[in-house]
């Protein structure tokens, strides 16, 4: 189990590696470097920078050094935490990530846990309950969701939302708190503005989870001892819970690999469309605006998220199935 | 005077039992008609090609037959002629008392030991699971119960075994454990869905006569469901010959053997390998293939495989059912010759 452990950690770093090495590529992908960037920006706010100066600054930011070491550089002040200077943003990359991160994971969490408290107990009864009424309106629905793109969906809500409900739409803060500190207040103005777009990104997702679910959960229904349990006495519902619903949860557990990195970006279009502060929205940017630093770190953050989603959803398999658990046993 | 013995009480009355399937294409008949006895202390052998309702019935009698199959007809009658007598057929399957039925009167053993146990959960829990639902114990004493039980089927070191998961043990320690598992409950009829059949020649053997020893140990009615004639002539006191969703012949097993009445069961017969056989003898087999149950031949369902039709009357008419608790056939021939007989 440990040995099992340590390798996926091995490889999980070895991973990792090779992300920021493809993360450096991109970042470097377009025509000129940082300081081309720079001066072309200032010169379209008329001033100018000498050819010495622009030689010195890039000397001061290594541009002048091999490749190799100028990703040994960056590497080393990415590893302190130091992700270089947004250039649209004139600001530490970090800092204007930072906010955002949280309010993103914010939304995309309680997305999450929507999408599961809706989804796995209606794919159970689905299951359970295969070709009837309930299971047939449940399966226009998950079709119709799954039908619609996020962004109609998030309009039409926005729509209804704001027009009958008298909701709190766009954003998730109120004008007077965007750029007020953290207090009670504007965290239950947070509050207030959460349940739409979590609904927005959580019903899309939940289709698609109750479709999987439940074809998961049929094909376990049909073994043998799903008969055994009930054979002892135990009740269907009690039978299907303990054996078949356990084993029809394994592959969430691997799905959580790809759930990871959208904790992260969110979702782009539906932030756009909703006007929500996360990161999804600052990637666009920052790659419009060919802001390599700020792009680079949300790849590069993109990236080891998957790495970790990745370990943690073995984790979690060890802990569901002892198959894997016991393996090296 | 001669002691009418005990093991003369009939635990299970199976009369006239039909099932239906239902579905988009037609009804499917997958039992038309079952009636056998169950004893206390004898093993019912029921034997058959694939197909022919062997597992059905064994569901059945325990209420779990999948949708959109349903019991149409007949009456399974748990202590029959007593005060206590239940109608399982009258049962709501999901009711208390059915509950209580299953594993706590019937015990189920299953044919595929390593699909019919679940990887994520170890013995010991699936085990001390049963043992609880059919008792008002704490789970130290289930713990115990279960370790007893272990023991009882014969698996080496129980107090250790009990942390196994199904997959850590080999086919045949885990088909003791679901025997352990359908004896939790301590029930008084148990059937074994072909016990031996995803086991290997020695562990079967040794599967049969654990089988055998608790049987007597208990006093267990056990009803064998397999398509090997050896295990037949192994274990069964009596026999049940099922074709397509009807009991065919039923007689003791000497009988089976030494005088078989239904050309299916005769077929049947030639159909085992024999070590007397000279080399490279061809085996016999039944000519054609179980029509599907949707599709039943007219008059006697055997008929079109039949190598002793008598014409007409085979094709038209069909053969009565062969009574509860008597031996016969369900056959023209063989009544025929009964009569000449007599």
């Known amino acids: 189990m440990v040995i099992y452990l340590l390798r996926r950690l091995g490889l999980a770093l070895v991973t990792c590696v090779f992300i920021s090495v493809l993360t450096f590529i991109i970042i470097r992908l377009p025509p000129g470097d940082f300081v081309d960037a720079y001066i072309a920006n200032l010169a379209s706010n008329g001033s100018t920078v000498s050819g010495e100066q622009a030689e010195a600054m890039r000397r001061e930011y290594g541009l002048d050094r091999p490749v190799v070491v100028q990703y040994a550089r960056w590497m080393g002040r990415v590893l302190q935490g130091d992700f270089g200077v947004s250039m649209v943003w004139r600001r530490p990359v970090t800092e204007v990530i930072g906010d955002r991160l949280w309010l993103t994971m914010v939304v995309s969490v309680s997305a999450l846990f929507l999408t599961w408290m809706i989804a796995l107990p209606i794919g159970i009864y689905s299951a359970m309950r295969q070709y009837s009424f309930g299971d047939y309106v449940f399966t226009t629905l998950g079709f119709i969701g799954l039908a619609i793109p996020n962004f109609l969906l998030a309009l039409i809500l926005m729509y209804v939302g704001f027009r009958y409900l008298g909701l709190n739409v766009g954003g998730l803060f109120s004008a007077e708190y965007i750029q007020a500190p953290w207090s009670l207040a504007r965290a239950w103005d947070l509050t207030k503005h959460l349940p739409l777009p979590a609904a927005v990104l959580a019903l899309a997702g939940t289709a698609q989870l109750i479709r999987i679910m439940r074809a998961n959960l049929l094909d376990e229904l049909r073994k043998p001892y799903v008969v055994t349990a009930r054979a002892k006495g135990l009740t269907e519902r009690r039978a299907v819970l303990k054996y078949p619903v356990r084993a029809a949860l394994n592959p969430f557990a691997s799905s959580i690999a790809y759930l990871f990195p959208y904790l992260v970006s969110g979702s782009i279009i539906v932030s756009l469309v909703l006007g929500l502060p996360t990161v999804g929205p600052l990637l666009l940017q920052a790659l419009v605006a060919q802001d390599m630093f700020l792009a680079g770190a949300i790849v590069l953050l993109l990236g080891f998220m998957t790495v970790i989603g990745t370990l943690v959803s073995d984790v979690l398999l060890m802990w569901i199935d002892p198959r894997i658990r016991l393996g090296g046993r | ?342």
């Open chain 2, 1 to 342: 005077m001669r002691q009418i013995p005990m093991v003369d009480r009939v635990a299970l009355a199976i009369r006239d039992l039909a099932v239906q399937f239902e579905s988009e294409q037609g009804i499917v008949r997958a039992l038309d008609g079952v009636s056998f006895d169950l004893h206390a202390g004898r093993t019912l052998g029921v034997v058959g090609e694939s197909g022919c309702g062997k597992s059905v019935t064994a569901r059945s009698i325990l209420r779990l037959v999948d949708r959109p199959g349903r019991i149409t007809a007949g009456r399974m009658l748990l202590d029959p002629a007593t005060p206590d007598e239940i109608d399982l057929a009258a049962l709501d399957p999901e009711s208390r008392k059915m509950r209580d039925v299953r594993g706590g009167r019937i015990g189920l053993i299953f044919q595929e030991p390593m699909t019919a146990l679940s990887v994520h959960y170890t013995v010991g829990n699936q085990i001390i699971e049963a043992v609880r639902q059919h008792s008002d114990i704490s789970a130290a004493e289930a713990r115990n119960r279960a370790i007893e039980l272990l023991r009882e089927v014969g698996i080496p070191r129980p107090e250790t075994r009990i942390e196994s998961y199904p997959f850590e043990l080999s086919g045949g320690l885990r088909q003791r454990v679901g025997i352990a598992m359908a004896l939790a409950g301590d029930p008084e009829i148990v059937i074994a869905d072909e016990p031996t059949t995803a086991l290997d020649v020695t562990t079967q053997a040794q599967i049969l006569s654990l089988l055998q020893r608790l049987q007597q140990e208990k006093n267990i009615a056990l009803m064998l469901i397999t398509h090997d004639m050896g295990v037949i002539a192994e274990m069964a006191d009596d026999v049940a010959v099922m074709y397509l969703g009807r009991v065919v012949e039923f007689a003791p097993v000497h009988e089976i053997f030494a005088t078989p009445r239904h050309p299916y069961t005769r077929a049947l017969l030639r159909a085992v390998p024999s070590i007397l056989a000279t080399p490279r003898q061809r085996l016999s087999t039944i000519g054609g293939a179980v029509p599907h149950p949707g599709s039943r031949p007219s008059g006697c369902p055997f008929h079109p495989r039949c190598p002793e039709q008598l014409g007409a009357l085979c094709s038209e008419q069909v053969p009565k059912p062969v009574p509860a608790g008597r031996s016969g056939a369900s056959c023209f021939k063989a009544e025929r010759e009964h009569e000449a007989v007599a």
